[in-house]
């Protein structure tokens, strides 16, 4: 071996995890090589060095410190948990809560019509066409849903007429032209949802 | 009789929480100057080690009867360490790896003999080792961890192995390597070790 494969394996050689045969090649080189063995020694000293490095003793209160910090973790596990319950109990609630109104408005048509039907009327819906537009510019649809032979009137306010509605982007460009009144439906129904609960209804 | 770690990991597994304060008693102290080699920095290394020892705690159901407790111990040390200086180095450290590697075979110094006396060599053992603990800081961590494992804490190769979880024969090129970056950073935080022989 020359020099620069003995130092590939000086290191492993001073820490005693070479093989009898590596041993044997590197102790044999050493014997020969002063600057190889001017390296071991200083890879030995900085070991010793690093070895004898004044050692740090834990603080009096290492171990109050750390079931300390046990305490307070175990105890926000069980505030977690606390919140965890509530978080799971309180959608679950609300969810049962949702289904027994929404099955009693099933059953109830009227209270449908009444205004009390909320988004699941909303849910329930398949088409809409507009009936009448009174003095105020309010326009009475009239809306069919799911349930078997009935349709609520709902009045939804401030939608111009069909011809004189712009669309945004034909404005932009200088350009005016009409919304499709399957668009204007779809300004109908997005407006349903949020306001069929409490809506003026034209009889 | 010395009750092995084993034991007292098995005993505390069942409740026994003095054997939880005799394992934290033998070995608080290395774990601190384990996570203090490796960081350099005296109250980050009691936090870390405050934080092993908390997750040694409570994890304690993850130990497996029959293993063996320090190499676990000192994983979940090291990791925290490499954690911590991961961290910093995302801030503010700067890697002297490349730099280091490209002159690391040039320079030579001698270093203080251990037995030497005199006023003005114990000022100069006193400089040197503090050289040495600002040179460790300044290696890349992955031959950090190696050398403080060997040299400090004494571990052979296999158990460097598992404690990080590197192959065998990584662990001997980053050993080899990392006392080579150790010489080159050594002499670049004190250029007086290389010619002062001490």
Known sequence: MNCSKIKDVLSAFIDGETDSSTNATVQAHLLRCPECRAERDRIEKIGARLRNLPPLTAPSDFEYRIYADIRNRVSSVHSRNRLNWRTVFVPAAAMMVGIIIGSIQLRSPAEIAGGGAGQSMARNLISMSPVTTDSEGLREYTIDTYIPGYSTPVTVDAIPDENEMVQPDRNRSGQSGNYASSQVNRYVLDQVPMRVGYERTIY | ?198
């Open chain 2, 1 to 198: 009789m010395i009750t092995s770690d084993d034991e007292l990991m098995c005993r505390f597994q069942k409740g026994d929480e003095t054997a939880f304060r005799r394992l934290l008693e033998r070995y608080q102290d290395r774990i601190i100057n384990f996570v203090f080699r490796m960081l350099g920095d005296e109250d980050t290394a009691m936090d870390i080690a405050q934080e092993v020892f908390v997750k040694i705690y409570l994890n304690a159901g993850r130990y497996l009867p029959g293993s063996r407790f320090a190499p676990w111990l000192y994983r979940i040390a090291s990791n925290l360490a490499i954690n911590e200086i991961r961290r910093r180095k995302r801030w503010r450290f700067i890697s002297i790896d490349e730099s280091a590697s490209s002159d690391d075979r040039n320079y030579s110094f001698e270093l203080a003999d251990e037995s030497a006396t005199g006023a003005d060599e114990v000022l100069l053992q006193k400089e040197a080792s503090d050289s040495i603990e600002k040179a460790m800081t300044k290696i890349p961590v992955k031959y950090r961890a190696p050398l403080v494992l060997r040299e400090i804490e004494g571990y052979d190769y296999d158990e460097i192995s598992q404690i990080l979880n590197i192959p065998r024969g990584t662990v001997k090129s980053r050993l080899n390597r990392g006392r080579a970056l150790l010489k080159t950073a050594l002499y670049r935080v004190n250029p007086a070790l290389k010619t002062a022989a001490l």
